[in-house]
């Protein structure tokens, strides 16, 4: 197990290095058997404390959480905790993803896309309503893995991500998943819709 341990304004001490990968450890043991490398993040910002932790599994799935209090040590509790809920929900469909992986390693693919923040048209920013905030554009390459459903979902839920875009392995469209605002989550699968001609 490789954990990656960063700090943002503040100074990661040793105390806090042990208490972060030895609670990491106890977490993810119980539940997974292979090899896995992570990055924790404990942040401050005013006064109160963020851990994030991205965890990723040999099988190329990524288990992401966060937590937040006034105090470092209950941060990182809080992330871990809601990182063991999530692999406990999942521990059986995540063995049989592990077992499937070499099988499934030699049938898919991955496709790169690029993901960007659209500046608004300048009809927009004459707009009194909108908010006069600067413009953050980010650009990265991202991998789109060819998935069945449950396993796109499955995959969404172990993140922190609202949603995700995958390649269909049934039809090979590209399909979405999303969390909604009433808890469920929503597929998009285009590959049904006929268009019509205008």
């Known amino acids: 197990m490789t954990i990656q341990i960063t700090g943002k304004s503040i100074e990661i001490g040793d105390s806090l290095r042990n208490y972060l990968i030895e609670r990491t450890r106890s ?7 292979y090899e896995i490398s992570g990055h924790l993040r404990v942040s401050k910002e005013n006064g109160r404390f963020r851990t994030k932790c991205s965890i ?6 990524l288990l992401e959480a966060q937590g937040e209090s006034s105090d470092a040590y ?5 992330a871990l905790e809601r990182l063991d809920k999530r692999v406990r929900r999942y521990k059986r469909r995540l ?10 390693k030699i049938k898919s693919q991955t496709y790169s896309a690029v993901s960007y923040v659209v ?5 927009d920013a004459d707009d009194e309503n909108i908010p ?3 413009l953050v554009i980010a650009e990265m390459k ?6 069945n459903v ?24 590209i399909n979405i998943v999303y969390k909604r605002n009433d808890s469920n989550i929503g597929w998009i699968d285009p590959a049904d819709v006929k268009t019509e001609k205008l």
């Open 95 to 104: 063995k049989d993803y592990h077992s499937n992986f070499t099988r499934k």
């Open 74 to 78: 209950s941060s990182a509790d809080n």
């Open 150 to 173: 449950s396993e796109a979902v499955m995959q969404l839920e172990l993140t922190e991500e609202i949603f995700l875009i995958f390649r269909n392995l049934t039809n090979n469209a």
């Open 56 to 61: 990723m599994l040999q099988t190329g799935l």
């Open 142 to 147: 991202r991998p789109i893995q060819l998935l």
């Open 27 to 33: 977490v993810l043991e119980k539940y997974i058997s």
């Open 119 to 123: 500046q608004p048209s300048e009809e």
């Open 132 to 134: 006069n905030d600067p």
